[in-house]
């Protein structure tokens, strides 16, 4: 693939940062700062390029919602015909409220509560991705007292190694609390074949996110072939789907994203003779790099020896760096010759709170509009109100357009559930 011919979305012209046709200095007079600002042509890009390669085989690409879920840019996907991913009841509830259908939507998750899966099965999704015998058993019981059959999907362990970034986000390996252990699906198949109100119709993975290796995916993806062979024999054949998760990796810094032509040719070899439409739950992939973070210098100032730069956003706005050690890449919203090292810190009350450290960077003085790149997938969604700071605004380009996607938060919004006078109840 190749970065090269993926849109960019962000350029520099007439000495300043745009996405698409409209200036970031606009878009910050506009709505003020933080404000994530995401490229719709990026977007589209990504997605039509993976659902490209995936054509020789039935597919669908079902969006992660986790990685960033306004309404405003599932509009979009929605449009492009993707179907969704979603691990609980409230992004359920997002999805059907952005005019997804039950079957273009796959459940998941690690941990459904009772009234989760009831709500998955009244909306008729199309799979419900189970973790464990007990979830199963759960859902005959929830599907009988509904009157329903649930539609299965067993999240199998594939315990394959993975080259995930950081350990945080690693889920496919032996021992972690995701999936069932590879090997106790059969007897969690035999489970759901028998059981009066599930049927079983996919096997699933999710192996890990930021992958750049292939090879993880398609021994994961053998392994599921093997199942799916060792479930025949066992006279269970009622499966449609195989889903092999997301995960695939984009560049931040200097990363080569898996080549997808590649990907998907080592992928139609291994599926394409089952029979099985093949399923993707891609989140990073199709947002990660559509968005970047605008935010202000509040102030430039020296301690110790450094530099630092302090800024309206921080681990607030943005976890990663923070949570994950990762890197954004930062540049000056107007273009400069000047380079600096600098920490950029945010104001919360916290060492922790940084967006980069020692980072060698375009000179910036308080008053100036900082861009944090490839913040489009879990920038937003991992924010907090943490030191009661209200969240900042979404914001979505097309072209030489946009438009607010999340409007700000108001101090109102934050303290809007409280009691001012709590009620107390006698024990
Ligand atoms: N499917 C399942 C079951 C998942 O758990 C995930 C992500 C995805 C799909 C989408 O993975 P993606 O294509 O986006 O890699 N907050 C972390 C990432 C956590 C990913 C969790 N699961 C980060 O900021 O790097």
Same mark, same amino acid.
């Given at each position: 693939?190749?970065?090269?011919?993926?849109?960019?979305?962000?350029? /520099? @012209?007439? *000495?300043? $940062?745009?996405?698409?046709?409209?200036?970031?200095? +606009?878009?910050?007079? =506009? !709505?003020?700062?933080?404000?994530?600002?995401?490229?719709?042509?990026?977007?589209?890009?990504?997605?039509?390029?993976?659902?490209?390669?995936?054509?020789?085989?039935?597919?669908?690409?079902?969006?992660?919602?986790?990685?960033?879920?306004?309404?405003?840019?599932?509009?979009?996907?929605?449009?492009?015909?993707?179907?969704?991913?979603?691990?609980?009841?409230?992004?359920?509830?997002?999805?059907?409220?952005?005019?997804?259908?039950?079957?273009?939507?796959?459940?998941?998750?690690?941990?459904?509560?009772?009234?989760?899966?009831?709500?998955?099965?009244?909306?008729?999704?199309?799979?419900?991705?189970?973790?464990?015998?007990?979830?199963?058993?759960?859902?005959? /019981? @929830?599907? *009988?007292? $509904?009157?329903?059959?649930?539609?299965?999907?067993? +999240?199998?362990?594939? =315990? !394959?190694?993975?080259?995930?970034?950081?350990?945080?986000?690693?889920?496919?390996?032996?021992?972690?609390?995701?999936?069932?252990?590879?090997?106790?699906?059969?007897?969690?198949?035999?489970?759901?074949?028998?059981?009066?109100?599930?049927?079983?119709?996919?096997?699933?993975?999710?192996?890990?996110?930021?992958?750049?290796?292939?090879?993880?995916?398609?021994?994961?993806?053998?392994?599921?072939?093997?199942?799916?062979?060792?479930?025949?024999?066992?006279?269970?054949?009622?499966?449609?789907?195989?889903?092999?998760?997301?995960?695939?990796?984009?560049?931040?810094?200097?990363?080569?994203?898996?080549?997808?032509?590649?990907?998907?040719?080592?992928?139609?070899? /291994? @599926?394409?003779?089952?029979?099985?439409?093949?399923?993707?739950?891609?989140? +990073?992939?199709?947002?990660?790099?559509?968005?970047?973070?605008?935010?202000?210098?509040?102030?430039?100032?020296?301690?110790?020896?450094?530099?630092?730069?302090?800024?309206?956003?921080?681990?607030?706005?943005?976890?990663?760096?923070?949570?994950?050690?990762?890197?954004?890449?930062?540049?000056?919203?107007?273009?400069?010759?000047?380079?600096?090292?600098?920490?950029?810190?945010?104001?919360?009350?916290?060492?922790?709170?940084?967006?980069?450290?020692?980072?060698?960077?375009?000179?910036?003085?308080?008053?100036?509009?900082?861009?944090?790149?490839?913040?489009?997938?879990?920038?937003?969604?991992?924010?907090?109100?943490?030191?009661?700071?209200?969240?900042?605004?979404?914001?979505?380009?097309?072209?030489?357009?946009?438009?607010?996607?999340?409007?700000?938060?108001?101090?109102?919004?934050?303290?809007?559930?409280?009691?001012?006078?709590?009620?107390?109840?006698?024990?």
């Amino acid at each position: 693939m190749g970065e090269g011919v993926l849109t960019s979305g962000f350029s /520099r @012209v007439d *000495g300043a $940062l745009a996405c698409e046709g409209v200036s970031l200095d +606009r878009i910050a007079a =506009e !709505v003020g700062t933080p404000a994530y600002v995401y490229s719709t042509s990026v977007v589209r890009d990504r997605y039509q390029k993976l659902d490209a390669a995936l054509a020789p085989m039935p597919h669908r690409i079902h969006y992660t919602l986790k990685a960033n879920s306004n309404r405003g840019l599932l509009n979009v996907l929605r449009d492009l015909g993707a179907g969704v991913d979603v691990v609980s009841g409230g992004e359920l509830f997002r999805a059907m409220r952005a005019g997804f259908g039950g079957k273009d939507v796959i459940f998941g998750g690690v941990g459904k509560t009772e009234r989760e899966l009831r709500e998955a099965l009244e909306a008729q999704v199309l799979l419900i991705n189970v973790e464990s015998e007990a979830e199963i058993r759960l859902l005959d /019981r @929830v599907a *009988g007292e $509904l009157g329903v059959t649930a539609p299965i999907g067993i +999240r199998v362990n594939p =315990e !394959v190694t993975v080259d995930s970034s950081h350990r945080y986000i690693k889920t496919g390996e032996k021992g972690a609390k995701f999936g069932v252990p590879f090997d106790e699906v059969l007897g969690a198949a035999r489970v759901a074949a028998e059981l009066p109100h599930t049927t079983l119709l996919g096997l699933d993975m999710h192996i890990g996110s930021q992958l750049f290796r292939l090879d993880p995916y398609l021994d994961g993806t053998e392994r599921l072939v093997e199942l799916l062979g060792k479930l025949k024999k066992d006279g269970i054949d009622t499966l449609e789907y195989l889903d092999i998760g997301g995960g695939l990796g984009v560049s931040y810094d200097d990363e080569q994203p898996p080549d997808l032509t590649r990907f998907a040719h080592a992928l139609t070899s /291994r @599926v394409q003779p089952t029979g099985l439409t093949l399923l993707m739950e891609p989140g +990073r992939f199709i947002v990660g790099n559509a968005g970047v973070l605008l935010t202000r210098v509040l102030y430039r100032k020296r301690s110790g020896g450094r530099q630092f730069l302090i800024t309206d956003a921080g681990m607030t706005e943005l976890l990663r760096p923070s949570h994950y050690d990762a890197y954004h890449r930062i540049e000056a919203v107007h273009d400069t010759d000047k380079q600096m090292t600098a920490d950029v810190v945010g104001p919360v009350c916290e060492s922790g709170d940084f967006l980069a450290l020692d980072r060698e960077m375009d000179d910036a003085n308080a008053g100036d509009l900082l861009a944090v790149y490839d913040v489009g997938a879990y920038g937003y969604v991992m924010a907090s109100n943490y030191n009661t700071r209200p969240r900042g605004v979404e914001v979505l380009v097309d072209g030489d357009r946009f438009a607010v996607a999340t409007a700000r938060e108001r101090y109102e919004d934050l303290v809007h559930l409280e009691h001012e006078d709590p009620q107390w109840r006698d024990a």
